[in-house]
Structures are given as structure tokens and as C-alpha cells.
């Protein structure tokens, strides 16, 4: 796993948590759930890498605005249902 420095503010660190442990751990979910805004990578793939249930990974994409069932999935499936005749 590559390993990153990051040098923060005092006032930007202060702002995420109280330790670089907690500030690292934050850092870490926000890269991984921009991966899988950006479909980089799935939900699942996400929670693998963050050590979280699929449950506590929704959760996690929820709190960061990411919407878990998206207009374009919608038309998708229409388009999918159409195809098939359902």
C-alpha cells in the first residue's frame, strides 16, 4: 500500500480531528469515496479497501452526498426494460 505525507494547517487539522491517526483515517475515506464518485471504483470495492461492512459503506457514501441510486441508473434501466420487453 503506498504511503503518503501530508502537511495540514493547524487550524485545517484542528478542523478533521484531534489526532493524525483520526485526521489520516478521514483523509483516506474522502480519497476513496471521491474514487467511487468518479466510478473509479465500486461501493463494494470502497468498503474492501476502508475495512467496512456494504452497510457501513453506504452510510459513509451517504454522508458524503453520494447518491446510491442515480437518474442515469434509472434510465438505464428503463432503456434494459424496453430492450427485454418487460
Same mark, same amino acid.
Given at each position: 500500500?503506498?504511503?503518503?505525507?501530508?502537511?495540514?494547517?493547524?487550524?485545517?487539522?484542528? +478542523? +478533521?480531528?484531534?489526532?493524525?491517526?483520526?485526521?489520516?483515517?478521514?483523509?483516506?475515506?474522502?480519497?476513496?469515496v471521491e474514487c467511487v464518485r468518479h466510478d473509479y471504483i465500486t461501493p463494494k470495492e470502497a468498503g474492501d479497501v476502508l475495512g467496512l461492512a456494504r452497510v457501513d459503506? +453506504? #452510510?459513509?457514501?451517504?454522508?458524503?452526498?453520494?447518491?446510491? +441510486?442515480?437518474?442515469?441508473?434509472?434510465?438505464?434501466? #428503463?432503456?434494459?426494460?424496453?430492450?427485454?420487453?418487460?
Amino acid at each position: 500500500m503506498m504511503q503518503v505525507e501530508v502537511n495540514l494547517p493547524d487550524t485545517i487539522a484542528a +478542523y +478533521y480531528g484531534a489526532t493524525p491517526d483520526e485526521i489520516a483515517r478521514l483523509l483516506r475515506e474522502m480519497a476513496v469515496v471521491e474514487c467511487v464518485r468518479h466510478d473509479y471504483i465500486t461501493p463494494k470495492e470502497a468498503g474492501d479497501v476502508l475495512g467496512l461492512a456494504r452497510v457501513d459503506m +453506504y #452510510r459513509l457514501l451517504a454522508a458524503h452526498k453520494m447518491p446510491l +441510486y442515480t437518474l442515469e441508473d434509472l434510465r438505464e434501466d #428503463r432503456e434494459t426494460s424496453h430492450r427485454l420487453g418487460l
